[in-house]
């Protein structure tokens, strides 16, 4: 069974303090992992996807990372506006999305 | 705008009674999904739709239903038989069965 694992579970960060989020997944056959960030009481909203390890992908103050065991996703001189939720999910040869608990992220001016 | 829109975002039911959650989608994709999501879980998936009208359990399919009989809706009904129904519930498309998915604003289930 595919399985999803993030933390920490809740980050507080300064403005502009730089950190890392972590993504680990055991699942057959990785078909692709998934970053999205999601907004108190929204729905999530699609970030990232990652088909191989070494792959990266970056967009504005974010970067997804991804090895054979894990995905990070770092968050450059964060700003207020990047408080939300962060999703991961894999998946995997069974073409089934199965996500993480999430890590809850506070950026405090 | 192209999107998806999930109705009601509040919804209170007394216990026996069957609640219908919309969603509608105007993306032309042709899967749909509705996960549930509670607090500190990931999302889990209740059902899954390919092609109009067909659909698939999910991992939490008990005590739901849904139907598909146009692309553009895909609704879920929870049944009095769904034992902890109080939750926040996402509907989301995709082009193909890719982990792209487009989700709605949600809707909040709160059974009284």
């Known amino acids: 069974e595919d399985q999803v694992t993030q933390s920490p579970e809740a980050l507080r960060l300064q403005e502009g303090e730089s950190s890392s989020l972590n993504c680990s997944y055991t699942?057959?056959?990785?078909?692709?992992l998934f970053w999205y960030r999601q907004d108190p009481g929204k729905g999530p909203e699609f970030l990232f996807t990652?088909?191989?390890a070494g792959e990266e992908k970056e967009k504005e103050r974010l970067k997804a990372t991804l090895t054979k065991k894990e995905s990070f996703l770092h968050i450059t001189a964060p700003k207020p506006e990047d408080s939300a939720t962060y999703l991961c999910?894999?998946?995997?040869?069974?073409?089934?999305?199965?996500f993480g608990g999430g890590t809850r992220v506070l950026v405090k001016p | 705008d192209g999107g998806i829109t999930q109705s009601p975002k509040y919804l209170f039911r007394k216990e026996g009674q069957n609640v219908t959650l919309s969603c509608e989608q105007n993306?032309?994709?042709?899967?749909m999904y509705w996960y549930r999501q509670d607090p500190g879980q990931g999302l889990r998936l209740i059902y899954y739709?390919?092609?109009?009208?067909?659909?698939q359990k999910g991992d939490i399919a008990e005590g739901y239903s849904v139907s598909r009989e146009k692309k553009e809706s895909f609704p879920l009904t929870v049944t009095s038989a769904q034992k902890n129904p109080t939750a926040f519930y996402l509907c989301?498309?995709?082009?193909?069965?890719?982990?792209?998915?487009?989700f709605g604003e949600g809707s909040r289930l709160t059974v009284l």
């Open positions: 993306l032309n994709h042709d899967a």
């Open positions: 999910a894999v998946s995997g040869a069974g073409n089934k999305l199965t």
């Open positions: 739709s390919q092609i109009v009208n067909d659909f």
């Open positions: 989301a498309s995709s082009i193909d069965r890719t982990g792209e998915l487009f």
């Open positions: 990652l088909y191989s």
């Open positions: 699942v057959s056959g990785l078909r692709g």
